[in-house]
C-alpha cells in the first residue's frame, strides 16, 4: 500500500465512517472525520423537506458549512482518501468546504461514496472544480460496507 495516506471523511449517519475507518486500517493510513460546526440533526437531513437544512444547503452551490476544529496539515501526505455519502446526486456540501480548505497541491486524491439508493454518479468529477493546483485524481468508487476484499481491491487498483 501506498505511504503516507490520510482518509478523510464525512458521515451524517455513521456508515461513511465506519467503511471509511475500514479504509484507513487497510491502508495504514491516518484517519479523519470532517465533522460540521453544527451537527446535523435528523431534521436537518429530511430530503424530503424542502426547508431542512440539507435540502437548503444542497440547493445554493455556494453553501460552505464550517467544520469543527482545523483541518489536517496535508504537508505530510501524498494520497488523500475522500469519503462522503451521496446527497442528491453530488458529495455534500462540506465536502467543498473540506477540499477548498486545504492545499492538496501535488497530491492524489481518491474519492468514495457510500448511498442508499444512486452510485458515485457526477460527485466523481463534480469536486474537481473544488481543488486547485496540480493534483491527480483517482476514479471514485461506490463502497456500501467494511468488506475487507472489496477495500483491499480498490485501493489495490487506486493507489
Known amino acids: 500500500m501506498a505511504k503516507n495516506v490520510l482518509v478523510a471523511v464525512f458521515s451524517a449517519s455513521g456508515v461513511t465512517k465506519r467503511v471509511g475507518e475500514e479504509i484507513a486500517r487497510i491502508a495504514g493510513a491516518d484517519f479523519y472525520e470532517i465533522v460540521p460546526a453544527e451537527v446535523y440533526t435528523s431534521a436537518d437531513l429530511?430530503?424530503?423537506n424542502k426547508k431542512s437544512r440539507s435540502s437548503v444547503e444542497m440547493n445554493d452551490p455556494s453553501a460552505r458549512p464550517a467544520i469543527a476544529?482545523?483541518?489536517p496539515d496535508m504537508s505530510s501526505y501524498d494520497t488523500v482518501i475522500v469519503g462522503f455519502p451521496i446527497?442528491?446526486?453530488v458529495a455534500p456540501r462540506i465536502i467543498?468546504?473540506?477540499l477548498e480548505s486545504c492545499d492538496l497541491s501535488g497530491k492524489k486524491i481518491i474519492p468514495f461514496c457510500t448511498s442508499g439508493g444512486s452510485g458515485v454518479g457526477r460527485s466523481d468529477t463534480a469536486l474537481h472544480k473544488n481543488v486547485a493546483g496540480d493534483v491527480k485524481w483517482a476514479k471514485g468508487r461506490q463502497i456500501n460496507r467494511p468488506n475487507e476484499a472489496e477495500i483491499r481491491r480498490w485501493l489495490n487498483e487506486v493507489l
Do not use: A, L, Q
Open 96 to 98: 467543498e468546504t473540506f
Open 46 to 48: 429530511d430530503w424530503m
Open 87 to 89: 446527497w442528491w446526486g
Open 69 to 71: 476544529g482545523n483541518v
